[in-house]
């Protein structure tokens, strides 16, 4: 594992840890996942009080647990949602859902996983919009914008993809919610495919970092793995999966 890549599980496991012994996780969980916590909710609603927020027509939002109250909030507050299809195993790797062409009773369900596959529209990354504001599930975070998630990264992926068609670009607002056990002191590691948070938001507190880092301007090849070529079919479409 790579140096920066055991770091990054080190303080994985310190949150997860913090969460395990302070007892606020909520269900599925802490360890191994973005931890769904208590307040998150609330944490959402502070988010839609910004006005980044008021200002999105479009999110982009992770599909996990926490951001869940995101998503809802999003959708009743008529912004045209995307959802990436879990480890973007689809050609269509993202759910289109727009809360003009929903039912409002069905709102709830389309903010799930389940209910976005279902009620959402399939599009292609080159079907995107331009993104407004993103928000990004994490496992631990510090004030300087700087952002750990699971382990996966398909986040940071999913990013560099929408780099890649021009529906991200630097006036996309960047943000997260998280627990305050998730604010991490000093600094964290960071590699050249991730990116960097413009808003973070707890419960109690709304934190913009005091100076904007250099976003990722699209796919790194040299960082896909040979799983993420083989398994993710946009990578293909986008003439990234090859090895050159």
Not at 35 to 41: Q, T, V
Not at 70 to 78: H, P, S
Not at 176 to 197: C, E, N, R
Not at 210 to 220: A, H, T, V
Request: hydrophobic share 35%; charged share 30%; with cysteine.
């Amino acid at each position: 594992m790579p140096r920066g890549d055991s770091e990054k599980q080190r303080v994985r496991e310190r949150v997860w840890t913090r969460f395990e012994e302070s007892g606020e996780a909520l269900f599925p969980g802490a360890r191994g996942r973005i931890p769904n916590f208590r307040g998150a909710a609330a944490a959402a609603d502070r988010l839609a009080e910004t006005p980044e927020w008021r200002r999105a027509k479009v999110v982009k939002c992770n599909p996990d647990s926490p951001q869940r109250p995101v998503r809802l909030r999003a959708l009743r507050d008529g912004k045209v949602l995307y959802m990436a299809v879990p480890r973007l195993a689809e050609a269509k790797c993202f759910w289109k859902l727009d809360p003009s062409r929903l039912d409002p009773r069905d709102l709830s369900a389309a903010s799930s996983i389940r209910g976005a596959s279902r009620f959402g529209v399939p599009s292609r990354p080159r079907d995107l919009p331009h993104v407004d504001l993103i928000v990004a599930g994490s496992v631990a975070v510090n004030r300087k914008g700087v952002r750990v998630g699971k382990g996966g990264g398909y986040s940071d992926l999913e990013y560099a993809i929408g780099r890649q068609v021009g529906a991200i670009d630097g006036k996309t607002v960047v943000a997260t919610t998280v627990h305050p056990i998730q604010l991490v002191a000093g600094d964290l590691p960071a590699t050249a495919h991730d990116f960097f948070l413009d808003l973070i938001v707890t419960p109690e507190e709304t934190i913009r970092p005091p100076r904007r880092r250099r976003q990722p301007k699209g796919i790194l090849p040299a960082h896909l793995s040979d799983e993420q070529r083989r398994a993710i079919p946009a990578l293909g479409e986008l003439g990234v999966a090859s090895r050159r």
